[in-house]
T-cell receptor
Framework: AQSVTQLGSHVSVSEGALVLLRCNYSSSVPPYLFWYVQYPNQGLQLLLKYTSAATLVKGINGFEAEFKKSETSFHLTKPSAHMSDAAEYFCAVNPGNTGKLIFGQGTTLQVKP | DAEITQSPRHKITETGRQVTLACHQTWNHNNMFWYRQDLGHGLRLIHYSYGVHDTNKGEVSDGYSVSRSNTEDLPLTLESAASSQTSVYFC????????????FGQGTRLTVV
């Protein structure tokens, strides 16, 4: 069965510092990969998705992710953290082109002033 | 603007009672999904539907049921609420499979006492 692993349930960075949230997936076929963000007491919002057109994917709010097939990874980065980036981030995979999503455990990002 | 709405946003119920959570989308999407969010587990799929009169079990379907009588609505019913079903429930919809983005509702926080 396919799975998604997010390393680190909590990540804390200073404002202006690099943000790196890790995601590894298990898949025997090219996956459909997504990053979602959840702000407090809200639903999930799409940050970006891997569409196979390019390995480096740019999303909203300055986030980007790089698909590395050899490492089965899809890590999320942002060069400079902003206080408004504090939220929970989920990596997800759509297995077998079914439309269903398998989520990682989530990573809470804390941004310190 | 198209949207997906859930009601109620918060509910407290007693063990053994039947509870129904509503989900309504105006995207005209064929695919609809119910997930539950629990600390340390991310989001897990409960039930899903690919169209009117179609319903399927997800990863954690025991104790839950859904019905799809029209495109817009997918209500989730807890047949006999249990304390283990205390969770935050999210409804989502998407236009297709593969790269299609899923749009999420704001969530329903259910407490079973």
């Amino acid at each position: 069965a396919q799975s998604v692993t997010q390393l680190g349930s909590h990540v804390s960075v200073s404002e202006g510092a690099l943000v790196l949230l890790r995601c590894n997936y298990s898949s025997s076929v090219p996956p459909y990969l997504f990053w979602y963000v959840q702000y407090p007491n809200q639903g999930l919002q799409l940050l970006l998705k891997y569409t196979s057109a390019a390995t480096l994917v740019k999303g909203i709010n300055g986030f980007e992710a790089e698909f590395k097939k050899s490492e089965t990874s899809f890590h999320l980065t942002k060069p400079s953290a902003h206080m408004s980036d504090a939220a929970e981030y989920f990596c997800a995979v759509n297995p077998g082109n079914t439309g269903k999503l398998i989520f990682g455990q989530g990573t809470t990002l804390q941004v310190k002033p | 603007d198209a949207e997906i709405t859930q009601s109620p946003r918060h509910k407290i119920t007693e063990t053994g009672r039947q509870v129904t959570l509503a989900c309504h989308q105006t995207w005209n999407h064929n695919n609809m999904f119910w997930y539950r969010q629990d600390l340390g587990h991310g989001l897990r799929l409960i039930h899903y539907s690919y169209g009117v009169h179609d319903t399927n079990k997800g990863e954690v379907s025991d104790g839950y049921s859904v019905s799809r009588s029209n495109t817009e609505d997918l209500p989730l019913t807890l047949e006999s609420a249990a304390s283990s079903q205390t969770s935050v429930y999210f409804c989502a919809s998407s236009s297709g499979t593969g790269f299609a983005e899923a749009f999420f509702g704001q969530g329903t926080r259910l407490t079973v006492v």
